[in-house]
């Protein structure tokens, strides 16, 4: 939502857009802190075409180094390009069969009026930011019509053109106030998939979802419709039911509450409603008991 939002604020004023870019480039900074425990601390902020570079650099100079991890690599790697500025380090040799490539941005057009163009992984910019962004680049552009019908195939696998439809018509998993981006996710059969029925695997039965909101629904209880392509509903264990769509999640029902033995007794003939009460001594819900005679306080001792 939080994405979304960013974007609705870029296309509703892009001048101000543009202004707040500009205030961004001027404080564009990289400050290192003191040396604590042999390292320090780096805090900065670039421009969006330096970190992306940045990034991927950082990235492919981390598959020749050591470290235990991707992050100590990539610390490592960085360390490698401010020596190699210096003159006192050169940079290692790509491994055998790696050869050095053109940045790869892959970007997602959508095409409407809006304006904005949409960095998979990064953001939202203005299409007249993208030329900064993009010098240098090697760009593969894959327009996406999101009510475009794609034909239901027989088997199991979901072809990536159909994938990448799903991802961006529900660019998160679908279970109720579900945030894991799509992508990471897996393309759950909205109807169990059968083998040998034809045509199971469409848009309109095909939603993302993670692996543990996948085992809730195939073993937890919980229950899965798609009256519409994106349109979900679930209902939980509880009874609980859930509408859930590319904007978020509503809470559509909730269960009728549950029927205590003597709350909907008919009051008798010869007594009024209002003076119904509880059989056995019960207490009505809300009312407080008798707490019988009061003890008078003690005298006050100065």
Known sequence: ?????????????????????????????????????????????????????????????????????????????????????????????????????????????????????????????????????????????????????????????????????????????VFPFGTRPADTCQADHTIPYTPGVEGQTHLGNLGPLSSFTHRLKTHGGWHLEQPSPGHYVWRSPLGYEYAVTAAGTILIRRPPPPEHHWWHQEPPDDRPVDDVAPPDGATRAGARPDPGPRQQPLPYVA
């Open 1 to 173: 939502m939080k994405s979304q939002a960013e974007k609705w604020l870029l296309a509703a004023d892009p001048e101000q857009a543009l202004a707040n870019a500009e205030a961004a480039n001027r404080r564009r900074d990289v400050t290192l802190g003191r040396i604590k425990d042999g390292h320090v601390g780096l805090w900065g902020q670039l421009d969006a075409a330096d970190g992306l570079a940045l990034d991927e650099a950082l990235t492919l100079l981390a598959q020749n180094v050591d470290g235990d991890t991707i992050d100590q690599r990539r610390a490592t790697a960085l360390g490698l390009l401010a020596r190699n500025a210096l003159g006192q380090e050169v940079l290692p040799e790509p491994v055998e069969g790696q050869t050095p490539t053109r940045r790869k941005v892959d970007l997602i057009i959508r095409l409407d009026d809006s304006g904005i163009a949409t960095i998979t992984g990064w953001g939202h910019v203005l299409l007249s930011q993208l030329p900064s962004i993009l010098t240098g680049c090697t760009v593969r552009v894959r327009p996406i019509v999101i009510g475009s019908d794609l034909l239901a195939v027989d088997g199991y696998h979901v072809p990536d053109t159909m994938r990448t439809v799903l991802n961006e018509r529900n660019p998160v998993d």
